[in-house]
């Protein structure tokens, strides 16, 4: 068998687990004709043009396969299977027609399930606003088969199980705790983890804060593991979201704060359309980030994994568990201290730290998208579409229109503005109107919960992105030789869960220039709130989708600013650090502090500070108390010093 693919007997009690509630005592035992297979869509061993999507997994309990493909349907994502023998099976598919929630007409989220290369009578992503066992009917196997995800259209379908059951009057349930444990079961994993280790330093989430953070710890001669859900570090700074990292570093009078930032940052490209937002993924340099960790003895790098439980005691953090997001195998991280990198605060928050999150007038999230003009041969041989080869082939032959599909299901933007419609331009756009397409005023989730709504969020994105599409191309009659480029499907956050520390700063501080005596990292984005823009947002409550940045006064300030230490570390976890968009600030001291060369600042503190918790056996809150002194003589020193090892 393949990872994550399982074949049993409903004898045991492991389909008992996800019986349907409603039949659980009408159908206490599945008998003789109990047999089943079930298979995990991260689990395929092909993914095709399908994207593994694992940043709803509190919500959904498992990643998922996505198929986003602009509008293009993608390849098929495959995998061979062995079912317990041969015979009829009833086939549920776990997914959901993800524009439900707004009541839309179209379901473009169409997909098939192909057994041998024939696809099942249903079609799936077609039913229910929650995720939930679409029911594919009976069918007739042999014993070996090869299962396909064959997309429809492009547009978003998503996988996240597949279960066949020989009892074809079985019907699984939906509860999220009871299908974890079924799934548990099914794995043969325990629910207690596996030794994963013992650390100085546990830095989770390997954005630019949690790389730079690994980094710098290591440098100063601690045992570090950094933990990562993506397949890339750099978060919003990755190929996978592609925001350019701002910020300035290298300051008076710690001029040296910064270097390992610019040290993993890539080299700038020429902006184009004056931005270096969404270009193309090569620019971002991935592989710049994962080289820098790796050539770092002291670092424990591990891709793939996600921290989704924290153990404590007395209020102190003993370990977190990670569970690897392709396999579902556990492992339990022992250290002295944590750093919470994650953005959401997802650590601080399982381990009880005391957090803020503003439940209305959140700043939003992007997904930030191109085009690209097919006529031009340039773009189309550098473009990253998952069909660039037929694409070519096209364009080579002179065939270079490309027609887009209405998009019922969409934002209807027909008699609405939006920048980058004729006449309309978003805050600080140029005149071309195509550079006013997905930039960073595309953003949207000002009034949701950035964590258990994220998958809504992202979705309001695409179907803001489908519509303005959709009427450029079929209403305003534009472009016609344009398509859709590359869209993130990864969010790209502003704003979500902040820990609270022994100093919560505010925009006041920037303002009024209020010093204090641990000054450590310099700031000098302006003070950027980010709100729905008024000028795009008449008929679309609850869907507003392009936003406006403060400016102007009261949201600049006169010089570099330095934030002190107290607000990189928890006021009640007495172990906890944290770096990014999740430190002790107000919503308001969030503005010019969360771009990603600050936050990577950060990181570099948060590691040097924990060097010195380890070498005096002390805490976060004791740097500022008793060490702040040797604290700021690190900090003078250059990023590539390097400490003896302490551990």
Not at 205 to 232: E, F, Y
Not at 295 to 311: D, G, H, K, W
Request: aromatic share 10%.
């Amino acid at each position: 068998m393949n990872r994550k693919q399982f074949i049993g007997l409903a004898g045991s009690t492991a389909l008992t687990l996800l019986l349907n509630r409603k039949n659980l005592f009408a159908n206490t035992k599945a008998g003789a004709q109990g047999e089943f297979l079930f298979v995990e869509a991260e689990g395929f061993t092909d993914y095709g043009g399908w994207d593994l999507d694992q940043q709803s997994m509190e919500i959904t309990g498992s990643p998922y396969l996505l198929a986003h493909g602009l509008g293009i349907p993608v390849a098929d994502a495959t995998t061979a299977v062995e079912f317990p023998s041969a015979g009829t099976y009833r086939v549920w598919v776990r997914t959901r027609d993800w524009v439900a929630p707004w009541k839309v007409p179209g379901a473009p989220g169409k997909f098939q399930l192909l057994i041998d290369k024939v696809p099942l009578k249903e079609t799936f992503g077609t039913k229910g606003a929650a995720w939930h066992w679409h029911d594919g009917g009976r069918v007739s196997v042999q014993k070996n088969a090869t299962l396909s995800l064959h997309d429809l259209t492009g547009f978003e379908g998503r996988c996240e199980a597949i279960l066949f059951c020989k009892d074809v009057n079985f019907e699984p349930v939906n509860d999220l705790q009871a299908l974890t444990q079924f799934r548990r079961k099914l794995l043969g994993l325990s629910d207690e983890p596996t030794d994963g280790g013992n650390y100085d330093l546990v830095v989770i989430g390997g954005g630019v804060a949690g790389t730079s953070a690994a980094i710098s710890a290591a440098r100063q001669g601690i045992k570090v593991a950094l933990i990562q859900d993506r397949p890339v570090l750099g978060g919003n700074g990755s190929s996978e979201v592609r925001v350019w990292p701002e910020g300035r570093t290298q300051q008076e009078p710690f001029p040296h704060v910064g270097d390992i930032v610019e040290e993993i940052m890539p080299t700038p490209p020429t902006p184009v359309n004056g931005t270096r937002n969404a270009l193309n993924g090569m620019f971002y340099d991935d592989s710049k980030k994962i080289k820098a960790v790796e050539n770092e003895p002291n670092i424990t790098l591990m891709m793939y994994e996600r921290a989704f439980r924290v153990e404590t005691d007395n209020g102190e953090i003993k370990a977190v568990i990670i569970q690897n997001i392709q396999t579902g195998k556990r492992r339990k991280l022992k250290a002295k201290y944590f750093a919470d990198c994650t953005g959401d605060a997802t650590i601080g928050f399982l381990a009880g730290a005391d957090y803020e999150m503003s439940k209305t007038g959140l700043m939003g999230t992007s997904n930030l998208w191109n085009v690209l003009n097919a006529a031009d041969n340039k773009q189309v041989l550098a473009c990253e579409c998952k069909d660039k080869t037929a694409l070519a082939m096209q364009c080579e032959i002179g065939e270079t229109a490309q027609p887009f599909p209405h998009c019922p299901w969409a934002i209807d933007l027909k008699d609405k503005p939006f920048p980058g419609r004729k006449g309309y331009k978003g805050q600080w756009g140029r005149e071309d109107p195509l550079s006013n397409l997905g930039g960073w005023y595309w953003e949207s989730g000002f009034d949701k919960n950035p964590v258990t709504e994220i998958e809504l969020i992202r979705d309001l994105n695409f179907r803001a992105m489908y519509g303005a599409w959709d009427t450029l191309k079929n209403v305003d009659k534009q472009y016609p030789n344009h398509r859709l480029g590359w869209a993130a499907f990864i969010a790209g956050k502003r704003e979500s869960r902040r820990l609270m520390g022994d100093l919560v700063l505010t925009a006041d501080d920037f303002r009024k220039d209020h010093s204090f005596p641990d000054p450590a990292f310099p700031c000098s984005w302006h003070i950027d709130i980010h709100r729905a823009d008024p000028a795009f947002d008449k008929g679309l409550k609850g869907q507003e989708f392009i936003s406006r940045a403060s400016e102007g006064e009261g949201y600049v300030y006169k010089k570099i600013y330095w934030a002190p230490y107290r607000v990189l570390y928890s006021r009640n976890i007495s172990n906890l650090f944290m770096a990014g968009r999740d430190i002790s600030v107000g919503n308001d001291g969030l503005g010019p502090v969360r771009v990603m060369r600050t936050c990577g600042m950060m990181g570099e503190i948060v590691g040097k500070a924990a060097s010195l918790c380890t070498k005096y056996k002390t805490t976060p809150r004791n740097i500022y108390e008793k060490h702040l002194d040797k604290l700021q003589d690190l900090m003078r020193m250059p990023g590539q010093y390097r400490a003896e090892n302490m551990s």
